[in-house]
């Protein structure tokens, strides 16, 4: 019978499939490196990583960060690849516990896997990513043994059973410009809709940036783009007539590139490189970032969170009327 070991494997399983992993910056189409391995090859590199020097693995440290960069979209899937790699040191430690303390095997190996991701979730600040690895092994091993001596306790599977379900996200819906009018106040979701996407619109144009939307806004009529359209149309659940295509929604985001520089992100945190490397090494950086090869890259997503930026969801006519009217109506 299949315990949660074996559903958190064949969950990765589905979803990496045979394709290449890119634990850079998560996707290998924008990685600065080249060569990627498949899941299997990965898998076992970090499991031989982990049981060697996890503190020293630089594999490792980008796991963690890719684990807390998906925290922050609301993603679980790297979470269950950092526990995919971590429970097969699991499996001899429950079986023996199991046998010689006669508990049940699978309850065991469920508070493992829950103790674990109290652990995750606690070492999010504060905690360098080389130690989160070894923190969370060292607890499930300490909660194993405890149960194997208090059989009689009971351990949920509450926790890790949500873990294994796909989690909702909800993003953030004000845009913060000035303005007389309070977005939190209109009723009419269509109506909101459009002012966030006017303001965003006559905000780049103002920044005059808005020859490069302009060409992304036709990459995507063109069909040539897709970003993350389909996403945001299911998410806004919007029917306005007077746009003229559903299809044509996007995140914000979509603007910008997914990951810059460790000090371009420094300059917009207005702290200097060197600072934003010390807090880098000392597990003190605000959200987490990406390591490629020697240097880092910064989330673009991330950034805009610690900013306090909201992601909203805007379409091209609301953007594109934005723009024309800053611009005094020049095309």
Not at 218 to 244: E, F, N, P, T, Y
Not at 310 to 321: G, L, M
Request: net charge negative.
């Amino acid at each position: 019978m299949a315990d949660i070991f074996d559903r958190i494997e064949w969950n990765v399983r589905e979803i990496f499939g045979e394709a290449p992993v890119c634990v850079h910056v998560g996707d290998v189409n924008e990685c600065d490196i080249k060569r990627h391995p498949t899941y299997a090859k990965f898998r076992a590199e970090a499991i031989s990583a982990g049981v060697r020097s996890a503190p020293s693995s630089r594999l490792w440290e980008s796991m963690i960060a890719m684990g807390r960069l998906c925290d922050l979209d609301g993603d679980d899937t790297w979470r269950l690849v950092i526990l995919d790699c971590i429970v097969p040191c699991f499996r001899s430690l429950s079986a023996r516990i199991s046998r010689d303390f006669r508990v049940d095997r699978e309850e065991m190996r469920s508070a493992m896997v829950a103790t674990a991701l109290d652990v995750w979730a606690g070492t999010a600040m504060g905690v360098p990513p080389r130690h989160v690895r070894d923190r969370m092994v060292k607890a499930a091993f300490e909660m194993a043994f405890r149960y194997g001596n208090a059989a009689s306790s009971e351990y949920s599977m509450e926790d890790a059973e949500i873990f294994i379900q796909p989690e909702m996200y909800t993003q953030g819906s004000e845009l913060r410009a000035s303005s007389i009018i309070d977005i939190n106040s209109i009723r009419d979701a269509g109506v909101a809709e459009q002012i966030r996407g006017e303001r965003l619109g006559a905000l780049l144009q103002r920044l005059g940036c808005f020859d490069a939307v302009r060409e992304f806004h036709d990459g995507l009529r063109a069909g040539c783009r897709s970003g993350s359209v389909s996403q945001a149309v299911r998410a806004s659940k919007l029917s306005r007539s007077q746009i003229s295509n559903p299809n044509l929604y996007y995140y914000a985001s979509d603007l910008y590139p997914s990951f810059i520089g460790l000090r371009e992100a420094a300059d917009v945190m207005e702290i200097s490189d060197s600072a934003a490397h010390r807090l880098i090494r000392a597990g003190q950086f605000p959200f987490p970032v990406a390591r490629v090869g020697r240097s880092y890259k910064v989330s673009v997503k991330a950034l805009m969170h610690f900013k306090d930026i909201p992601d909203v969801i805007v379409h091209v006519d609301d953007i594109e009327n934005g723009a024309l009217h800053a611009s005094g109506g020049v095309r």
